[in-house]
């Protein structure tokens, strides 16, 4: 492959993501980006793969147009030929084969990190296998972990910022009110019909445009919204219920969170975002002591 063609399909790919975002009723700034980002590349004297040999995706940022978060983007499209994102508006997003692309990860594997961590995606899995999760489940071993480490860095390409214990330190999670009133406006805008919906490749022989799609944003963060399509939310008959957040910005690159309906206390019929209990127990009695201010007895 020519460098010439090699730039121009990562653009091509670029270029599908700003018409899908653009039909799918994204901000038209984030569209703009894409494209500009797509028009960058092809313009290029030399293989955009080089510059990453030799400057990583910081030889990306110094190009017109392109800031963190396309810098990592275009990073995972050259090193794996895939482009998440891609594949998620397209309705192709399949999470287990995601993570059992990981050497040392197989499909069993890949499922149990799945379901029973819910982790979606390669950054989760880099946070995992540093805090201690990864290495508590059954038949990772220390060579295994340290191979998975290896192949997570030269994937995700990008420079970690580390604790004082030496291992990975998490970038700032959104505020839970923030993730919930995006959660919120997702499943209006979807009970009402207004979103575009795409056509998901994994369980669905019928082939129906059946999933909607919301992208939205809250300051910085860009949201794409949708609810799981994965084989346990249709086993337990939730994909009207478990909402997957992706968000993103041009800070910490793409990270992803799910919400979904409690059904114990405290969090009877309240919507929880998984991983952070604790922050949404704080939420909601705030939120109480608040109503409980302004409505005194009497």
Known sequence: MTFVSENHNAATRLREVATLLEEQGANRFRVRAYRTAADTLERLPTPVSHILQQ???????????????????????????????LDRLRGEMDSVALLASIPGIGPALATRLYDDLHIHTLEQLEIAAHDGRLADIEGVGPKKLQGIIDSLTARLGRIRTQNQTGGLSAPAEPPIEELLDVDRE??????????????????????EAWLPILHTARGTRHYTAMFSNSALAHQLKKTRDWVLLYYDDEH??????????????????????????????????????????ATPNG
């Open 55 to 85: 400057q990583g995706t910081d030889g990306l940022r110094d190009l017109p147009g392109i800031g963190v978060s396309l810098a990592r983007s275009i990073h995972t499209l050259v090193v794996t030929g895939r482009l998440p994102m």
């Open 186 to 207: 997702y499943r209006e805008a979807a009970q009402a019909g207004t979103l575009q919906k795409i056509t998901p490749h994994r369980f669905n022989p019928k082939r």
């Open 252 to 293: 910490h690159g793409e990270h992803q969170r799910a919400v979904v309906t409690g059904h114990h206390p405290p969090f009877f019929n309240k919507r929880v975002v998984r991983g952070r209990e604790p922050a949404c127990e704080e939420y909601y009695r705030t939120c109480e002591t608040r109503r409980a201010v």
